[in-house]
């Protein structure tokens, strides 16, 4: 199956600063997805980008599937921006039918 | 409109009880899967339906998980004969188009402890 790995596993900031989190993928993938994982446990969906780039309000998402990575950009960080980010996709080459996710990203915004 | 539901919200069980897990998909969802998460982990994924037809059961850990989804909707996983490894949040998420090529959409999840 697919390897997803994300960077950084841990991420300190202070309200209002900006931030970059990376997804690497070691196989081509469909379906590719980012959450946000609330304390409560919810897995909150961000964006659906299998490629190209969107944007919602402060967040925006940019896949390069050719190079099978996606970049999860935050601008003007707030304390509910914290939490776990997760992206996950679905192998395009015939394996499990469900996502595989990373490991995550650990985000704390300081206020 | 609703999401995906999921009930109940906690469940503690003796080893060797066995236990079932509901998920409730967003209405008209064709595709159904199940998840598996530790804890600090991230999902991982256990089994899928289209419609009423489970496709892909690749990632059930082993033959005491059993998942059903008889009339396309509604589905039940079933942990028989509990162990204390099988404690983690049970995600179920649901789709409205086939596996590879729909946006999938995660319930609240069922913690399941087992002491």
């Known amino acids: 199956g697919i390897q997803v790995e994300q960077s950084p596993p841990d991420l300190i900031l202070q309200e209002g600063a900006n931030s970059t989190l990376r997804c690497n993928f070691s196989?081509?993938?469909?379906?590719l997805q980012w959450f946000h994982q609330n304390p409560w446990g919810q897995l909150i969906n961000l964006f659906y980008i299998p490629s190209g780039t969107k944007q919602n309000g402060r967040l925006s998402a940019t896949t390069v599937a050719t190079e099978r990575y996606s970049l999860l950009y935050i601008s003007s960080s707030q304390t509910t921006d914290s939490g776990v980010y997760f992206c996950?996709?679905?192998?395009?080459?015939?394996?499990?039918?469900?996502?595989?996710f990373g490991k995550g990203t650990h985000l704390i915004i300081q206020p | 409109g609703a999401g995906v539901s999921q009930s109940p919200r906690y469940k503690v069980a003796k080893r060797g009880q066995d236990v079932a897990l509901r998920c409730d998909p967003i209405?008209?969802?064709?595709?159904l899967f199940w998840y598996q998460q530790a804890l600090g982990q991230g999902p991982e994924f256990l089994t899928y339906f289209q419609n009423e037809a489970q496709l892909d059961k690749s990632g059930l850990p082993s033959d005491r998980f059993f998942a059903e989804r008889p009339e396309g909707s509604v589905s039940t996983l079933k942990i028989q004969r509990t162990q204390q490894e099988d404690s983690a949040v049970y995600l179920c998420?649901?789709?409205?188009?086939?596996?590879?090529?729909?946006?999938?959409?995660f319930g609240p999840g069922t913690r399941l402890t087992v002491t």
């Open positions: 998420a649901s789709s409205p188009r086939l596996a590879a090529f729909g946006e999938q959409y």
């Open positions: 996950a996709g679905i192998d395009s080459g015939g394996g499990a039918d469900g996502l595989t």
């Open positions: 196989d081509s993938v469909n379906n």
């Open positions: 209405s008209g969802h064709v595709s």
